[in-house]
């Protein structure tokens, strides 16, 4: 059972500190008929999806699915070859950029300190000198860090990567928090400690959009499923009924471990 303690400060969930200042929304996060081919395949094939309310919307499906590919478009970092994304009602825009938080699966950190490495986040977004470093010991504080701020974040173990980009994110008070499988071949304790923040940060209000294929974390975090394979979104809906009682053949094989079948020819590019 996860320990869920340790993610505060000043006895204050951390995703609290993500709550105090208006902000230019980002909510919903819509993505409509996007498209991605290359080769000869398609690679995301998504009608409509949106990203809104609150909780834990877990991202799963086998290897190749779509999944971070998906996440990338929604936040911006790839474009589509067809179709729209938007948030808020708008298009993606820089200003609001720092409201959606986004966590890769292997840290981008700069050659600095781990404290250097949130101040500087913080001050590329207009926080103040002064605040920003009182939000960057906030954040090591709740990522438990702390005795670590000084040291080279290129230095730290890999889980102490992942958590630094993920005490990062959260200093920043993104309004959606997007994780690309942040916990892959990570140690069971830096595991831990990961759910247990995002998991307080979907608590109290943040949206969090989870990429895995690890189908035991997702019955631990998820409040809700997004199931894909072959670059579409095959099912969607509250996480019990889908671990309950999957609706499809894709599904039932995935969480049975077994392996899910190669893509149709209904899903391949037509040419002239």
Do not use: Y
């Amino acid at each position: 059972m996860l320990d869920r303690g340790n993610t505060s400060v000043a006895g204050r969930p951390i995703a609290d500190l993500a709550f105090e200042e208006a902000r230019p929304e980002v909510r919903p996060v819509v993505g409509q008929n996007i498209r991605i081919a290359r080769d000869g395949r398609l690679l995301l094939d998504v009608d409509e999806l949106v990203v809104s309310g609150s909780g834990m919307t877990v991202l799963m499906g086998p290897n190749g699915a779509g999944k971070s590919l998906l996440l990338r478009c929604l936040a911006n970092l790839v474009a589509p070859d067809s179709g729209t994304i938007t948030w808020g009602g708008c298009q993606p825009d820089r200003a609001r950029a720092a409201r959606l938080g986004f966590v890769f699966q292997r840290p981008v950190l700069l050659r600095r300190s781990a404290r250097a490495n949130i101040r500087h986040a913080l001050r590329a977004a207009g926080v103040s000198r002064g605040e920003a470093a009182e939000r960057a010991d906030q954040a090591l504080a709740a990522a438990r860090l702390s005795h670590l701020s000084r040291m080279p974040a290129r230095r730290l173990s890999g889980g102490e990567q992942q958590r630094l980009a993920l005490a990062r994110a959260m200093a920043l008070r993104p309004e959606c928090l997007f994780l690309d499988e942040p916990t892959v071949n990570l140690d069971p304790a830096s595991v831990a400690a990961i759910e247990a923040t995002i998991i307080a940060a979907g608590r109290s209000g943040t949206k969090v959009l989870f990429v895995t294929h690890d189908s035991a974390q997702a019955r631990r975090i998820a409040t809700d499923i997004l199931f894909m394979h072959d670059g579409q979104i095959l099912e969607r809906g509250e996480a019990a009924r889908f671990f309950d009682a999957p609706g499809t053949a894709a599904a039932r094989a995935f969480l049975a471990g077994d392996l899910v079948g190669e893509p149709g020819p209904e899903h391949r590019v037509r040419t002239a």
